[in-house]
């Protein structure tokens, strides 16, 4: 159903890293176009976490960050915190047809 | 800072068409992409469509054929209609600034978004 795949859910202790990968295909990621990730904590509003692939917006802590990893590109958590709590989406451009597409989403929970 | 606050009916009957404006508060509404995305109960971010502060539109072809959107740079407003609403556009309806990259057409995202309202399509 979503042009770009992301897990469902992952998981991870504090303190502890974890990735969540934005998989896509010829027409998106695979082009070459640029990847913006987003967090939205329960019952608000997403927030720009990640823009351009890697890069962090005034005020988002060095702990987020963005990485490729193959064909897919990825967000990467460390140090793993309570409040990082959330869904995670993805966005890129998708050219066939043009429009910009999110990933479906990914859960983190926070053990 | 800017700030984005959606506003529109919260119900709307099928077939009806679903109006919602945007009001941008605390900076200029030139030179970025006004934005409309919807989120279904408990699901994902769908991208509507935007529009530029020079009137410039882009929509999603899976709406293009239900959506308006426009913008009035006199007051800072922009509003979103979507036409012909079934149950399926029952979303929770966000506004957000998009940003792009001098020259970059597909290089966009959204750095500022409003707190999203309800709309439920309904008889």
């Known amino acids: 159903q979503f042009v770009l795949t992301q897990p469902p859910s992952v998981s991870g202790a504090p303190g502890q890293r974890v990735t969540i990968s934005c998989t896509g295909n010829?027409?998106?990621?695979?082009?070459?176009?640029?990847v913006h990730w987003y967090q939205q904590l329960p019952g608000t509003a997403p927030k720009l976490l990640i823009y351009?692939?890697?890069n962090r917006p005034s005020g988002v802590p060095d702990r987020f960050s963005g990485f490729m990893s193959g064909t897919s590109l990825s967000l990467a958590i460390t140090g793993l915190q309570a409040e990082d709590e959330a869904d995670y989406y993805c966005q890129s451009y998708d050219d066939s047809p043009s429009r910009w597409v999110f990933g479906g989403g990914t859960k983190l929970t926070v053990l | 800072q800017v700030q984005l606050q959606e506003s529109g009916p919260g119900l709307v009957k099928p077939s009806e068409t679903l109006s919602l404006t945007c009001s941008v508060s605390g900076g200029s509404i030139s030179a970025y992409y006004w934005t409309w995305i919807r989120q279904p109960p408990g699901k994902g971010l769908e991208w509507i469509g935007y529009?530029?502060?020079?009137?410039?539109?882009h929509y999603n072809p899976s709406l293009k054929t239900r959506v308006t959107i426009s913008v009035d740079t006199s007051t800072n407003h922009f509003s979103l209609n979507l036409r012909s609403v079934t149950a399926a556009d029952t979303a929770v309806y966000y506004c957000a600034r998009g940003v792009r990259r001098i020259s970059v057409y597909y290089y966009y995202y959204m750095d500022v978004w409003g707190k999203g309202t309800t709309v439920t399509v309904s008889s």
């Open positions: 351009g692939n890697n």
């Open positions: 529009i530029h502060s020079s009137g410039s539109t």
């Open positions: 010829s027409s998106n990621i695979g082009a070459g176009y640029e």
